[in-house]
C-alpha cells in the first residue's frame, strides 16, 4: 500500500499563490502516476493535474498556464504550484497515487484545504 500526506494548504487572496506538496511512503515502487484532485462544496471531485513516472504531465482545462505539477523521485514528492487563484479554485485537494501490483489501485491523501478569497 501507498500511503500519502499534503501540506501547503490555505487562505490566500485571489491573484496569490500556493504550493501543494505530497509526500508518499509504503510501496512507493507500485506508484505508475500521482496527481492532484480537488471537490469544492456540493460539487465532484475532479482531476486537476497528473504526472507519470516519465515526467509527462496533463491538466484540467480550468487550471492550465495556472498551475503546475511536477515530483521529486529522490524525495517521493509530487508538487502543485498554483499560480493566479481565483475563488473558483477554492476547494479540498487530495493528492492520488495510481499503483499497480498484480491489479490497478489508488491511493488517496487525507486532502489539504484551499481557500481563495474575493
Known amino acids: 500500500q501507498v500511503q500519502l500526506v499534503e501540506s501547503g494548504g490555505g487562505l490566500v487572496q485571489a491573484g496569490g499563490s500556493l504550493r501543494l506538496s505530497c509526500a508518499a511512503s509504503?510501496?512507493?515502487?507500485?506508484?505508475?502516476?500521482m496527481g492532484w484532485y480537488r471537490q469544492a462544496p456540493g460539487k465532484q471531485r475532479e482531476l486537476v493535474a497528473v504526472?507519470?513516472?516519465?515526467?509527462?504531465?496533463n491538466y484540467a482545462d480550468s487550471v492550465k498556464g495556472r498551475f503546475t505539477i511536477s515530483r521529486d523521485n529522490a524525495k517521493n514528492t509530487v508538487y502543485l504550484r498554483m499560480n493566479s487563484l481565483k475563488p473558483e479554485d477554492t476547494a479540498v485537494y487530495y493528492c492520488?497515487?495510481?499503483?499497480?501490483?498484480?491489479?490497478?489501485?489508488?491511493?488517496w491523501g487525507q486532502g489539504t484545504q484551499v481557500t481563495v478569497s474575493s
Open positions: 509504503g510501496s512507493i515502487f507500485s506508484i505508475n502516476a
Open positions: 492520488s497515487a495510481d499503483t499497480y501490483y498484480g491489479s490497478y489501485g489508488r491511493s
Open positions: 504526472i507519470t513516472n516519465g515526467g509527462s504531465a
